[in-house]
T-cell receptor, first 116, second 110 residues
């Protein structure tokens, strides 16, 4: 398999602040990283797809100015939730694919964001 | 837009029973993945199937990819409480984009 890490695993912040979540592929070069949001007992909702060195492609309905994605290297992508509101509280999960691993996505452990 | 219908959505069975989860689509996928997710954690890859008609076994789990690469099934034999979790299928197209099923929440009672 492949190892993808996410940091932090949990974060609590005040409304109006920004939060940055990091996603790292530890043992392979991730040409593509994906960011998902997941609600309780629901499947994954794709937010955006990012390729190393280029701008992220956002899914319909996802505000790119609110959810800033940077994929500056083949092992790191970041998601910044800007001016967070309580409705942004959710479980955010990243995944990575690339380097001879076909289309298979390998997921990070997720980040639980709570906005007060 | 590719859609992937997963069924059943919820499944509650007794330890030792068998079960099958299905993923169906009208679209052809270049590959299909099955994941298992526990609460508060990310999905963990179980298997990737790429060839139509392919069957893969992982201990008590049997995965099958349809001949036309539009559907897949996951069969669990003699389910155990440790199998409890959310099972997700995901079909990938030639552009590398994946479509996820809605998930099957499996509960295995001891």
């Amino acid at each position: 398999g492949a190892v993808v890490s996410q940091h932090p695993s949990r974060v609590i912040c005040k409304s109006g602040t920004s939060v940055k979540i990091e996603c790292r592929s530890l043992d392979f070069q991730a040409t593509t990283m994906f960011w998902y949001r997941q609600f309780p007992k629901k499947s994954l909702m794709l937010m955006a797809t990012s390729n190393e060195g280029s701008k992220a492609t956002y899914e319909q309905g996802v505000e790119k100015d609110k959810f800033l994605i940077n994929h500056a290297s083949l092992t790191l992508s970041t998601l910044t939730v800007t001016s967070a509101h309580p409705e942004d509280s959710s479980f955010y999960i990243c995944s990575a694919s690339g380097q001879g691993r076909g289309d298979t996505q390998y997921f990070g452990p997720g980040t639980r964001l709570t906005v007060l | 837009t590719q859609l992937l219908e997963q069924s059943p959505q919820f499944l509650s069975i007794q330890e030792g029973e068998n079960l099958t989860v299905y993923c169906n689509s009208s679209s052809v996928f270049s590959s299909l993945q099955w994941y298992r997710q526990e609460p508060g954690e990310g999905p963990v890859l179980l298997v990737t199937v790429v060839t139509g008609g392919e069957v893969k076994k992982l201990k008590r789990l049997t995965f099958q990819f349809g001949d036309a690469r539009k559907d897949s099934s996951l069969h669990i034999t003699a389910a155990q409480p440790g199998d409890t979790g959310l099972y997700l299928c995901a079909g990938a197209n030639n552009a590398g984009k994946s479509t996820f099923g809605d998930g099957t929440t499996l509960t295995v009672k001891p």
